[in-house]
């Protein structure tokens, strides 16, 4: 009997045996089938995750944020231990004692999921296993995947220490709200630090892994609350709290900044613009789209905050100020549905869903709610109901006639606030004040204007780029005016044109003719213009940039050759390649601003190239260095102590685009023409020199100027180029907004007299002839002119551009005192050019 119940047990015994080592076979069998070809987990050794590239001001100060996925990488030894608890406790409490998987754990959950007969199915995944898959393999639930993922996570336990693995895993998880990883999740929630966060916090951030796409703090509160409640838990029972401490956090109100308890990270910082977003837009192509939105790339960009704000606001006032002396209202082409304006809730859910431009200080969204005999009581975004409301009176509508958006035809001039908006209308309003205390008056109607502009201001000597404004608003569009928009440059262009002459034997005094022209060209003939309509006869080279005449230039352009033209603009990197044809030299062919206003740089400097930068240096994550602008050598900042009253020597190791002396004639002939010419309006406590430009039909307005240290531009014009109608100019429209910028530029940077460069000698002159004066000489019209050393003109018989077929021409100072003398000019008419006056009048040079 002993023997049978020994057999039986035997046999048993060996069946067992048998079926443990085929199971063992089989399972080392798939095992090893599924280790080949597994990607490799040496490579989470050199990790480096996407995280977020910041931008910072001039100052130091994060201005704006890009990123693919919103992730601050922040090493192991930075995290606070209450973290690493929280999350080891919610997501794998045995994570410092297992494998790399826990067995344990596994059984737990299949025995669970086979007495609930499949119903309850809970994962056994351990931190380890859960980078393995988030880094190496698919998120699918299969059994493939979960024996690669076992055998992954055996091999990276004996590669990387814990710290190292729990590292991955806290700065790659995604934890909800656009947020990847504990640094920027902790920002997103609380506005928090990670040593600032509090267990209870800690806890909500460990809680999210589980399912961060439902876990919303404010849509599912409770279950949030719960899933925390339930960490803090793990953390007592596993000896990271206290028991008083896990109560009475348990018990605190989830608080978060989505339920309004903190304020918002993001809206902390300055809403993107126009600036910013050109530094993507550089930086993208310059490192690559994956580098700059995953690289983790620090920028300091050249941006001043103060000045920012003041050239989008002194543009935005000029384009508003343009727009609303049209006297026409388009809206906003928005609207709310009637039914939900009766509910509160439901109309400020429809405005804030609606795209509109935010960004404009002081202006709000609004929707009509309802229009009276005269007034229209409107709902405003972001201001509470109160009393009788907020409302629109009559009197604000009737500088306006409605324009229809389908067929732009004009209604009549609004008497009420009806004949322009109706129940349901979105509008945009702003506050209006009182000048004296600053008191509310009213609300008062706002539209994004037709017409658009770009300004820009740089540093002359490094190329910094200080303000940008592509546009009035950048969330009304996003493209870069000043950047991206090639327009017509006009007059402005005309300096290219005098430098080439000046270096090529012109001097301040030299004379031109201004008379008419007519070319003949494959398009028919061609008669240029002065803006004036008139003709000056034989004129000084200053006057004519004083006064932007388009004859003299195009007498000079075609003297010296369109060549010779193209090649200094070229130089100056105001075109890629200018056509050589005679229309050109007025600015005809298109350029953007941000060309425009450095080229204008280099006159300011003396003529040294300068590239224009909106960074002065990117460093990439592990804080290297990658690209810094600033190349220049300081000579002396190696010395222990500086020369008494001596500043450091910097070798600026540029590239000479111009002569010294050709560049302090040109600034000296273009501070003339802020002076005496179109850009008289500038009005500015330290000397400016600039142009304006106007092109046909004022589709374009122009001025750029420059004190000693800053250069500024300004472009005005509808995208699709039309007449800003007869009134509009360089000098009314541009200027403007220029003084506004440079007042503020100028009170913070200063600004002295341009410098003298040597190589040169003074000679007085009268402006408006041309003529040689003594060295005592003084009156309104002597002006002492710098010439180039070894330039001595013939003042007896001095060289006269005429060009075009003129056969004789009579010098100003020729015509005799008192009396007038009849010309003959190159077509045929004859002109009559009066003597010579005293000083102050007016004479055949003199202003139009």
């Not at 907004?737 to 000679?763: C, D, I, L, Q």
Request: proline share 5%.
């Amino acid at each position: 009997m002993l023997r049978v119940i020994l057999s039986f047990f035997g046999a048993i015994f060996s069946w067992v045996v048998t079926a443990a080592f085929f199971a063992a076979l089989t399972v080392g069998g798939i095992f090893w089938i599924y280790s080949r070809d597994l990607p490799s987990h040496e490579t989470l050794a050199q990790y480096s995750p996407k995280t977020i590239s910041r931008i910072y001001s001039a100052e130091g100060q994060l201005i704006d944020e890009f990123a693919e996925e919103r992730r601050l990488f922040v090493p192991i030894d930075e995290v606070p231990d209450l973290i690493k608890q929280a999350f080891v406790s919610a997501e794998d409490k045995n994570f410092y004692s297992h494998p790399g998987y826990d067995l344990r754990g596994i059984l737990g959950a299949a025995y669970e999921a086979l007495a609930s007969g499949g119903s309850s199915v809970r994962g056994a995944s351990t931190i380890t296993q859960q980078v393995m898959k988030n880094f190496l393999l698919s998120s699918d639930r299969s059994v493939e995947r979960k024996v690669k993922e076992l055998i992954l996570a055996a091999r990276l336990e004996r590669t990387l220490t814990k710290d190292q693995i729990l590292e991955l895993y806290v700065n790659e998880i995604f934890l909800g709200q656009n947020s990847f990883g504990i640094v920027a999740a902790a920002q997103t929630y609380f506005n928090k630090s990670l040593t600032e966060l509090a267990p209870h916090e800690a806890a909500m951030l460990a809680a999210m892994p589980q399912a961060p796409g439902r876990y919303h703090p404010v849509r599912a509160k409770e279950r949030v609350t719960e899933r925390r409640n339930y960490v803090l838990r793990e953390m007592w029972q596993n000896g990271y709290l206290d028991q008083a401490t896990y109560e009475a956090e348990a018990r605190l109100p989830l608080r978060t900044v989505q339920n309004g308890d903190f304020p918002s990270f993001q809206r902390q910082l300055p809403p993107r613009d126009y600036f910013t977003d050109e530094i993507r837009r550089q930086l993208s192509l310059e490192f690559g789209q994956d580098e700059f939105f995953g690289g983790g790339l620090t920028i300091r960009a050249t941006l001043d905050p103060d000045l920012q704000t003041e050239a989008a606001t002194a543009l935005q006032q000029a384009l508003e100020d343009f727009d609303r002396n049209r006297g026409v209202w388009r809206g906003t082409g928005e609207t709310i549905a009637p039914e939900a304006l009766a509910d509160e809730a439901a109309w400020r859910g429809a405005l804030w869903d609606l795209r509109l431009p935010r960004d404009i200080p002081g202006w709000r969204p609004a929707v009509v709610l309802e229009v009276g005999a005269s007034d229209a009581r409107l709902g405003i975004e972001g201001i509470e109901e109160a009393g009788p409301g907020h409302w629109l009176p009559a009197t604000d509508v009737q500088w306006a006639r409605p324009q229809d958006r389908e067929t732009g035809q004009l209604g009549p001039r609004a008497q009420v606030a009806g004949d322009l908006v109706r129940p349901g209308d979105v509008v945009l309003v702003r506050a209006m004040t009182s000048d004296a205390d600053g008191s509310f008056l009213r609300w008062t109607l706002r539209q994004v204007p037709e017409v658009q502009g770009g300004f820009m201001a740089m540093d002359v000597n490094t190329g910094r780029v200080l303000a940008m404004q592509g546009g009035f608003s950048y969330e009304s569009s996003v493209f870069n005016r000043a950047t991206q928009a090639q327009r017509q440059p006009g007059s402005s262009f005309k300096p290219f044109v005098y430098a080439a002459a000046l270096d090529s034997n012109y001097t301040p005094a030299t004379i031109v003719v201004d008379e008419a022209i007519s070319i003949n060209t494959p398009q028919g003939l061609w008669e240029p213009q002065n803006s004036s309509g008139r003709y000056y006869g034989p004129t000084p080279l200053r006057t004519g940039i004083e006064q932007s005449r388009n004859l003299m230039t195009i007498r000079i352009a075609d003297d010296i050759g369109m060549e010779r033209v193209a090649e200094y603009a070229e130089s100056f990197g105001v075109y890629d390649a200018l056509s050589p044809f005679l229309a050109n030299a007025l600015g005809a062919q298109e350029t953007t601003l941000f060309k425009m206003v450095a080229a204008y740089a280099m006159f300011a400097n003396g003529g040294e190239r300068v590239e224009p930068t909106l960074v002065d240096r990117v460093q990439d994550r592990r804080g290297r260095t990658v690209y810094r602008h600033d190349q220049r050598v300081c000579q002396t900042c190696g010395m222990q102590a500086m020369p008494a009253g001596q500043g450091p020597v910097i070798d600026t190791n540029r590239e000479r685009v111009l002569d010294a002396v050709t560049a302090y004639q040109l600034t000296s002939m273009l501070e003339g023409a802020v002076e005496r010419g179109s850009g008289s309006g500038v009005d500015l406590p330290v000397p400016i020199a600039g142009k304006t430009g106007t092109t046909n039909d004022a589709k374009d307005v122009w001025f750029i100027g420059y004190s000693s240290n800053i250069v500024a531009g300004c472009y005005i014009g509808y995208d699709q180029p039309r007449s800003l109608g007869e009134r509009a100019f360089g000098g009314t429209l541009c200027v403007p907004v220029f003084n506004a910028f440079m007042r503020e530029a100028v009170a913070e940077y200063g600004g002295t007299e341009f410098k003298v460069p040597p190589g040169g000698y003074w000679v007085k002159i009268d402006r408006l002839t041309g003529q040689r004066l003594s060295d005592d000489a003084s009156g309104p019209n002597v002006i002492a002119e710098y010439f180039r050393e070894g330039m001595d003109p013939d003042w007896l018989a001095p060289y006269v551009v005429a060009g075009f077929g003129d056969d004789v021409v009579i010098l100003p100072w020729e015509a005799g005192a008192g009396t007038a003398t009849s010309v003959t000019t190159s077509t045929g008419e004859t002109r009559v050019i009066p003597g010579r006056t005293d000083f102050g009048t007016m004479s055949s040079g003199g202003l139009y």
